[in-house]
Nanobody, 126 residues
Framework: VQLQASGGGVVQAGDSLRLSCAFS????????MAWFRQPPGQEREFVAG????????TYGDFHKGRFRISRDTAQNTIYLQMNSLRPEDTAAYFC????????????????????WGQGTQVTVSS
């Protein structure tokens, strides 16, 4: 399985971005995927996760509804829509995948995932 993240960039506070993560190397009837981010000099933190086939999703606490995760089955892609971006959202954003359905409480844990993308940088200026 390979993951390719894209969509990062330099934006101003209040702008929106949509990140994409395309996965290849298999089609999975059950899987869990997620976005994590790592701000400069900080630990990696969970942003959002989604699993299928039930499409259950869960989110980190910090963005308080500004972010939304979704998936496109036909395109083998997940997305992260980020609205009302803030300078503190500046980070490298990584997508991750597990070719199995994870329990909800495990979706926020990096060790749940078997595959990781290379990261896409998001920089938000004030």
């Amino acid at each position: 399985v390979q993951l390719q993240a894209s969509g990062g960039g330099v934006v101003q506070a209040g702008d929106s971005l949509r990140l994409s993560c395309a996965f290849s190397g298999g089609t999975f009837s059950r899987a869990t995927m997620a976005w994590f981010r790592q701000p400069p000099g900080q630990e990696r933190e969970f942003v959002a996760g989604i699993r299928w086939p039930d499409s259950a999703s869960t989110y980190g606490d910090f963005h308080k509804g500004r972010f939304r995760i979704s998936r496109d089955t036909a395109q083998n892609t997940i997305y992260l829509q980020m609205n009302s971006l803030r300078p503190e959202d500046t980070a490298a954003y990584f997508c991750a995948a597990r070719p199995a359905r994870a329990i909800m409480s495990a979706m926020a844990l990096p060790r749940t995932y078997d595959f990781w993308g290379q990261g896409t940088q998001v920089t938000v200026s004030s």
